[in-house]
């Protein structure tokens, strides 16, 4: 039980730590944090920009795509397309979460699924999903992205990790522990 209740805990912080982030942005843009509506018509200006550092800026896009813009050619349809793409991916990970992950999955997933859900909400809010972090070196630019990117590719770095270092202590304690 305790698992799930951290499991819940990080899935629940990465939301909402989200979400906050992505409200605050709408706020000082519009003044209020619209509920719902289309993307275009709650912020109709495609790209606001706040020069921070020499390689950070804090812009304002809409992502009908993936994460950082993937999939952004899908054009009308992508809003729909995301919507139950995103959210059979993110039952299956809460699946397989609850149901079949081991230790050192946990964590990991759990970042995972919180992030895709914090995109999947701006997604059926809005038909796209709210990015503002741009990392540049020069005029080279980083895909413009958010808190819930973040959570779904160090899910994915975690996840990864910890498969690796499994793995190999599988093999060393099949090998006789040499």
Same mark, same amino acid.
């Given at each position: ?63 009908? @795509? ?47 699924? @919180? ?64």
């Amino acid at each position: 039980m305790k698992k799930n209740r951290l499991t819940l805990l990080i899935i629940f912080c990465a939301i909402i730590l989200d979400q906050i982030t992505k409200g605050i942005l709408l706020y000082l843009i519009t003044g209020t944090v619209p509920l719902a509506g289309a993307a275009w018509d709650v912020v109709p200006v495609p790209y606001l920009m706040t020069h921070v550092f020499d390689f950070f800026n804090i812009v304002f896009t809409w992502n009908p @795509g993936t994460s950082f813009s993937l999939f952004r050619a899908l054009g009308e349809s992508a809003p729909l397309v995301m919507i139950f793409a995103t959210a059979a991916i993110t039952g299956y990970i809460l699946y397989y979460l609850f149901v079949r992950a081991v230790s050192y999955e946990r964590i990991p997933l759990a970042l995972i699924a @919180g992030g895709a859900i914090g995109n999947l909400i701006d997604r059926v809010r809005f038909g796209a999903v709210i990015d503002f972090l741009d990392f540049h070196i020069g005029g080279y630019h980083w895909p413009s992205f958010n808190v819930a990117d973040i959570c779904i590719v160090v899910g994915v770095g975690l996840y990864l990790l910890n498969w690796y270092i499994a793995r190999q202590r599988c093999i060393r304690s099949s090998k006789g522990g040499k």
